[in-house]
């Protein structure tokens, strides 16, 4: 079936560091992916999305691009902030038959002062 | 986007209650889902659920656990019956606008 693996965590960052944080997929087909962002003690938000290869999305300073040839779609930001400090959830879906996302184990990233 | 609540928010119960969740979206949509997320883990799907036909289950999820109602395109229930410690999670309903799947805040469960 579909899959996301994550780079395991925590990921422990000084303040304006670059961050990459790894997402690769298995899926049957094309799926949309999507970088989802839960901060301590808040609900999941969308950070970020690509529908289709070599689509780039972006937020906050934050991007990913989806990569078919490695099946690939890495979160990257050039300089973190604290308020960055969260946990990072990739995701996949199909466009077709099961909607419901397959997201990926979860990433903590800290951010130092 | 659509804009989703649930209630309560939180929740502490005693083991062998039940507690329904109920999630309200201020759109019609056809289908919408129920995940879990215990603590430190990920999300997973226990079920989808849409508007005029029985609920969808995961393997391992089960409808005389988390039983679930549909009755409108804006509005969902989830009920966690005879409750455990084990079940001690966040429950987040979502749905899908376009091609992106939106939650809910979550209700933070905990079973004492």
């Known amino acids: 079936g579909d899959s996301v693996t994550q780079m395991e965590g925590p990921v422990t960052l000084s303040e304006e560091a670059f961050l990459t944080i790894n997402c690769t997929y298995t899926?049957?087909?094309?799926?949309?992916l999507f970088w989802y962002v839960q901060y301590p003690g808040e609900g999941l938000q969308l950070l970020l999305k690509?529908?289709?290869?070599?689509d780039k999305g972006s937020n906050k300073g934050f991007e990913a691009t989806y990569r078919k040839e490695t099946t690939s779609f890495h979160l990257e930001k050039g300089s973190v902030q604290v308020s960055d400090s969260a946990v990072y959830f990739c995701?996949?879906?199909?466009?077709?038959?099961?909607?419901?996302?397959?997201f990926g184990s979860g990433t903590r990233l800290q951010v130092q002062p | 986007s659509a804009v989703i609540s649930q209630k309560p928010s939180r929740d502490i119960c005693q083991r062998g209650t039940s507690l329904t969740i109920q999630c309200q979206v201020d759109?019609?949509?056809?289908?919408m889902f129920w995940y879990r997320q215990q603590p430190g883990q990920s999300l997973t799907l226990i079920a989808t659920?849409?508007?005029?036909?029985?609920?969808?289950?995961e393997s391992g999820f089960v409808i005389d656990k988390f039983p679930i109602s549909r009755p409108n395109l804006t509005f969902s229930t989830l009920t966690v019956s005879n409750m455990s410690p084990e079940d001690s999670s966040i429950y987040l309903c979502?749905?899908?606008?376009?091609?992106?799947?939106?939650f809910g805040p979550g209700t933070r469960l905990l079973v004492l």
């Open positions: 899926a049957t087909g094309y799926p949309s």
């Open positions: 995701a996949l879906v199909m466009d077709t038959g099961r909607r419901a996302l397959t």
């Open positions: 759109s019609q949509v056809t289908m």
């Open positions: 979502s749905l899908i606008g376009g091609k992106t799947q939106y």
């Open positions: 659920a849409n508007q005029g036909s029985e609920a969808t289950y």
């Open positions: 690509a529908t289709k290869a070599d």
